[in-house]
């Protein structure tokens, strides 16, 4: 099956660079039809969808995050990655990646979720 693990810094200084990578197995990020999501739970709050990167490459954001979030790939190691600018205490969240399928919307596989506090 596929798997999606996720990776990077724990803790992040404000007002830098978040940056995260989700590492893909058993699948391609290449393959029809399927998007490559970021979606963050800040502490108790519910899941807040980042954005995504398509199979195409093609990427979409959420209209609150679009000016600080950036999604890209390196189809060479299956990888798709999250950066987010000019951080906060408030981007404090679990951060998943998901794969989702785009003909029936539903997030089949997701990663198991990584830990990143905004703090200095």
């Known amino acids: 099956q596929v798997q999606l693990q996720e990776s990077g810094p724990g803790l992040v200084k404000p007002s830098q660079t978040l940056s995260l990578t989700c590492t893909v197995s058993?699948?391609?990020?290449?393959?029809?039809?399927?998007?490559w999501s970021w979606i963050r739970q800040p502490p108790g709050k519910g899941l807040e969808w980042i954005g995504l990167?398509?199979?195409?490459?093609?990427?979409y954001y959420s209209p609150s995050l679009k000016s600080r979030t950036s999604i890209s790939r390196d189809t060479s190691k299956n990888q798709f990655t999250l950066q987010l600018s000019s951080v906060t205490p408030e981007d404090t969240a679990v951060y998943y990646c998901?794969?989702?399928?785009?003909?029936?919307?539903?997030?089949?596989?997701w990663g198991q979720g990584t830990q990143v506090t905004v703090s200095s």
């Open positions: 058993g699948g391609s990020i290449t393959t029809n039809y399927y998007y």
């Open positions: 990167i398509a199979y195409s490459g093609i990427t």
């Open positions: 998901a794969r989702r399928e785009v003909v029936t919307t539903l997030y089949d596989y």
